[in-house]
């Protein structure tokens, strides 16, 4: 079984580490900035851990940067392993972040929203895979199968449209919610009212398109709605602009039959 050293121990490094180490994969050693967070994940894994980057086992098999795209290539630069598989998580950048730095090189992107403390179903998960050749498509496809029924192989161009995708699908939608629970909190309260709302508004569109889900003043074009909403807004930093955009962009959809 192959030797695997895990570049990062953040969200996405944890999880798919962990899931790894449980499918049988030997994660020899964790890398990260962090002190406390390599100690915590080697422990969970079994491997020895470092903060230094020069102290990085150049022996290993797989290496696999679950790090911010930020640091991805000073990372990439400073790890040399030519002969082994260099992998990486993100969903923005390009494999060839590994060019002319090792002979195999790839992706391995879930399609999922990570926090620690929080289990995530991996096995129901889509991972999203690319590799240069066919040792590194092979090896990736490997690892992706055994940490999920879902995978399949995705260009960097696909790769970043759909990254897009999922920061307007959670990301951003995430921010709403907490936009949701500030107002909320303003009126004493709980946020969990919204809970089944958000339940309901999540199973629609399970059988209904985005499109014919959608509901609300800005479908009627309800001006008197609209204008009490914009008005409860006026004093609160930037809310009645991401109102007014989202409401307009809302219209021009439904109201000039722009169904995406």
């Known amino acids: 079984m192959d030797r695997i050293i895990c570049i990062g121990a953040g969200n996405v490094a944890c999880h798919l580490a962990s899931a790894l180490h449980e499918s049988g994969y030997e994660i020899s050693q964790v890398f990260s900035r962090t002190e406390p967070s390599a100690r915590s994940l080697a ?33 990439a630069a400073r790890i040399v392993a030519p002969d082994a598989l260099h992998l990486h998580t993100s969903g923005s950048t390009g494999m060839d972040v590994f060019a002319r730095r090792a002979r195999h090189y790839g992706v391995l992107y879930p399609l ?14 889509n ?25 399949q ?38 946020f969990s009212v919204m809970l089944p709302l958000i339940d309901e508004t999540t199973a629609k569109i399970r059988t209904l398109s985005p499109y014919k889900a959608q509901t609300g003043p800005a479908v009627r074009n309800d001006r008197n709605i609209i204008d009490k909403h914009l008005a409860l807004l006026a004093a609160k930093r930037e809310l009645a602009t991401i109102y007014r955009l989202l409401t307009d962009d809302i219209h021009t959809i439904h109201h000039k039959g722009q169904n995406p």
């Open 112 to 125: 999922q929203t990570f926090s620690k403390s929080k289990p995530v179903c991996l096995p129901e998960t």
């Open 127 to 151: 991972f999203f895979i690319e590799g240069n050749d066919d040792f590194a498509r092979g090896k990736v496809r490997e690892l992706a199968s055994a940490l999920s029924h879902h995978v």
């Open 153 to 190: 192989e995705l260009d960097s161009t696909g790769r970043r449209r759909l990254h897009l995708a999922a920061v307007f699908a959670c990301n951003f939608t995430n921010h709403l919610y907490e936009i949701a629970a500030e107002l909320l909190a303003e009126a004493g309260i709980d």
């Open 43 to 75: 422990g969970q894994v079994g491997g020895s851990h470092t903060t230094d980057p020069a102290a990085i086992d150049p022996t290993a098999d797989v290496y696999l940067y679950a790090v911010t795209d930020s640091v991805l290539p000073e990372l």
